[in-house]
């Protein structure tokens, strides 16, 4: 064989060479901060369950894999799904899973796996977030995933996120999952307006457990029943004539506004105004 016809069949093998040797993931691989382990078909149905996703959320899956999570995301909830995911060679085959399911592009009903650093990745326009990292890590993104806006929830397979206690815990076939609602700021003194009737009331909060106080001329009256999930608070409290006055509402920023109820029927609007 002359040397001319020899360097032509090296340059075919060359050329063929990427199109037969196809990316397979290997569980226990190496990633940039984990190794991959898959998340079981059932784990990841109820983790999206969890979060209760819809057509109408936007769902986000930090440390992507082979796409599983955004693409029955997509599928079989019609979200709008994106992966973010660290490996090149992973984000091409999942975006290759996501166009055998059907749900490749963008839009709702529809999946991208898109190449990235989950640390330095903006998700803040994600309705739900998803999970399966390790604890350390878990804790590094929390701080990101407090910020972001009051209701967004969060599903993380395995891992908890120490004392920010979870909203919901599932189990199946031994394998945990977490979910979390992002609380609101509330954490403060307020100025309650509530049909005319003016007073302040004080709010300690631990993530999204709260607590407080109302200022009732010299009295400070402990506030009873207060809860706080997302941007939805409620919470309850006794005048100076014992009448218990019920309170429901919703916080945007530093103001809330709502209803309150009292023992006799008696009804109103309210608004708070943070000091």
């Known amino acids: ?23 397979q993931p290997q569980v226990g691989q190496a990633g940039k901060d984990v190794i991959w382990v898959p998340t079981p078909d059932d784990v990841v149905e109820r983790m999206l369950i969890m979060a209760q996703v819809t057509p ?7 440390g992507a894999g082979d796409g599983k999570i955004a693409i029955m995301a997509a599928k079989k909830f019609g979200a709008r799904a994106m992966g973010i995911e660290y490996n090149p060679d992973m ?44 604890p350390a890590l878990n804790m590094k993104l929390r701080p990101q995933l407090l910020s972001m806006r009051p209701g967004t929830r969060v599903v993380s397979h395995s891992f908890s996120m120490e004392d920010w206690e979870a909203d919901e815990i599932s189990t199946l076939d031994g394998r945990r999952a977490y979910f ?21 009331i004080t709010l300690e909060q631990t993530f999204q457990k709260v ?38 509402g919703r916080v945007n920023g530093a103001r809330m506004e709502g209803s309150f109820r009292d023992e006799k029927g008696a009804e109103g609007k309210w608004s708070a105004t943070k000091k």
């Open 180 to 200: 979390w609602v992002v609380p609101a700021n509330v954490m403060g003194s307020w100025n309650l307006d509530a049909a005319g009737q003016r007073t302040e």
């Open 91 to 134: 984000v091409k085959h999942a975006n290759a899973n996501a166009q055998s399911a059907g749900v490749a592009g963008a839009g709702p009903g529809k999946a991208t796996i898109r190449h990235g650093d989950i640390f330095v990745t903006d998700f803040s326009q994600a309705t739900v977030v998803t999970l399966y990292l390790l």
């Open 1 to 23: 064989m002359t040397f001319a016809r020899l360097l032509a069949a090296l340059l075919l093998v060359l050329n063929l060479a990427p199109a037969c040797a196809q990316f």
């Open 211 to 248: 607590s407080g106080t109302v200022t009732l001329g010299p009295i400070h009256a402990g506030l009873r029943d207060a809860r706080l999930r997302g941007s939805t608070i409620s919470f309850a409290y006794l005048d100076q004539k014992g009448m218990r006055r019920d309170f429901s």
């Open 56 to 62: 109408q959320d936007y769902v986000w899956d930090l």
